[in-house]
């Protein structure tokens, strides 16, 4: 079916869930969260005469103000974007085979309904499961999974930040989001890769760059030198998965000058005994041959961070699904952070406060309107696996019980706004799993690879046509934030809300019927605002509403963890429970040579996961796909700046990508931008663009950390060879 026949339609229809005042004359503004990536940054919608003319930042939240990234600007492309799903397709011939039939909203629900109850007869509840991105509307995707009887939701951050998560739940009890780093009063910031400059959020790159202009000093550790390397004070160019090697030493020399918080460690941390056995032999000489840091340098680094102390934040990291020791990474960056008392101080991390600490009341929860799961969870997150969160669980063992049905059978999978096909290792090894599946779902704005292998593509409104639940984001002031409704679709489509009660709606379980039996969204906001004092007129007048004056910090007096001891905990229970060290010894790889390379890759300002490279302006402003490679090892091969490279990660995949010859990469690793190598016939602007790095990881989609649960995404070594008119050299 070709893209064109699909037919336009006005969202016209009695199952339309428009809200009030769309579509009217004259021109208004409207309170919106962008889209365009997993941030989702507030903003303010100009709309004339039904049709959004602006988009900038929310002027109510001071941090942001009026700015947009790159991508939060092509958000008027997305909503004028033809190369989109426009109406309901189901299936007509073999999954991936890219044959469709068009449906209505009602013939497609139905399908969806009855291969849930085909589902249900044959798994029970438990046997579907569902991934999104994650962010502030889960509380409608987990309930919805919960309303059908199903433990299984997951977020993206199997591909993500899992890693730093869960490291921090073992050490403090919560989740990294929950510590807010104050870079407005800090003194010295460490990133690990964490490239704030160009694979950013609006308001810390902000913050960041504001702090640097301040004197903020800032040591930056990559085996790749970013835009933001180029901002910091010390850029310490290690070797791939060595940064825990690193760290071991680092605290090693905190605790052998002594310049460590002694009376924050004394009442808020146990397992300093363990800690500084872990360490003992990790001294800077230790390090320098498996990082490439000089001893001297460390030794001056921690003079320096002790003078800066406590205002020094170590950042845990942000995309840290990169290899089998990256959750260590994560912990004991975080014990730095409790070594230089920097918690609950200014210029250090401030806890993420709740409604309840100001005497106020969050939103209800829509969860709390279905009954509790008791189900184990496939992965076995917060059971057989005590270490890993069981709130965003890990994907990739959902993929493995659909093949092997341990420990037990997945029979339906709903992937919403979320493409594993491109955001997790090895897309063929993930589409094998899923050929057992009686339904693939995809509610998405876009042909994304995953939802071009399903069943069923179920056409979400985009950010500009569509009202969400409302969010809460507990922070130094929590705040309520609202996405409110822009303009009428132009096709037919629907918002997330809408599509999740019709499915329910068609069940024959009670209690998902009425889970979220709400017939407009003011409807739903009601719930949720129930009992909290603010009103829906409040939320639209400024899009984010503000819980408190201003921020207060926990006295010290008052501070408690909710780990099972109270303290920090340096070696955790919880790990102790899943049979894991809480500080492993360093496990050094070899160093690959020849004609192999360490593959590494990152995103820009101007590319989210995939998603961007289809969008008219973004695609027109998207940097063209290079393989970095350092000069002595394309020397070596023959390779000169410019040439023509073959990369092979050992499948039957291969990619062919001009050669960036530069110091700026580490010698045993070559680097690529992710979220290229598109497939989808649809997607014409992306369709064939670039090489697709996961598609490189081969038989990687199940390597990863064993204690944080993240994809070993930089596990993954690749052959690299110059390509001549003649072929491969060589």
Known sequence: MADNDVRRVAMTSSMAPNVSGVGAPGRRMVYSMCGMCAVRCPMEVTVEDGRVTWLQGNLHDEALGASLCAKGAAGLFLESDDERPQTPLIRAGERGGGRWRRASWDEALDYVAEKLKETIEAFGGRGIALSDRGGPFVDLTRTFVHALGSPNYFNHDAGCMGNA??????????????????????????????????????????AFMGAVARGMRCTYIDPRATITACKATRYWQVRPKSDYALNLAIIHEVLEQEVYDKEFVARFVSGMDYLREAVKDATPEWQEPHTGVTAAELRAFVTEIAA?????????????????QSFYVSRSAAILNALMGNIEVPGGCVLGKA????????????????PEVKEPRVDGAGAARPQWDPAIGMVHQAFAAMETEQPYGIGAYFAYRHDPFTGLPDPE??????????????????????????????????????????CQMNGPVPVFSMRDQAIVPRFDSRPAWWIFREILRRTDIKEAREALDFETIEELWNYQLDGTGVTIAEMRETGVVKLAAAPTLIPRDELTFPTP?????????VLKQAGLESLPKYMPKEAPTGEKFTLLFAKTATLAQGQSLNNPLLNERAPKQVLWIHPDRAAALGIADGDEVEVNGGGRYTGCLRAKVTRWIHPEAVFMLHGYGATVPLARRALGLGVAD??????????????????????????VKRRTPEGVAG
């Open 165 to 206: 998560h869960n490291a921090s739940r073992s050490l403090y009890g919560f989740g990294a989001a929950e510590l807010i780093f104050d870079l407005q009063h800090c003194k010295h910031l460490v990133l690990y890769g964490r490239n704030i400059v160009e694979s950013l959020m609006v308001k810390e790159a902000k």
């Open 308 to 324: 800066d102390a406590p205002q020094v934040i170590f950042h845990p990291g942000w995309m840290s699904a990169r290899h089998k």
């Open 355 to 370: 409604p309840e600490h100001y005497g106020r009341t969050g939103l209800h929860q829509l969860i709390d309107r279905v």
């Open 565 to 573: 001891s109270g303290k920090i905990e340096i070696e955790s229970e």
């Open 694 to 719: 996961q598609r490189l990881q081969h038989g990687k989609l199940y390597d990863f950390d064993p204690a944080g649960g993240g994809c070993a995404l930089t596990e993954t070594v690749v052959q």
């Open 429 to 470: 090894a993930t589409q094998r799993a899923m050929e057992k599946l009686k339904l693939i779902v995809s509610i998405d704005v876009r042909y994304s690879e995953m939802g071009w292998f399903a069943d069923v593509i179920l056409p979400e409104s985009t950010y500009l046509e569509r009202a969400n639940i409302l």
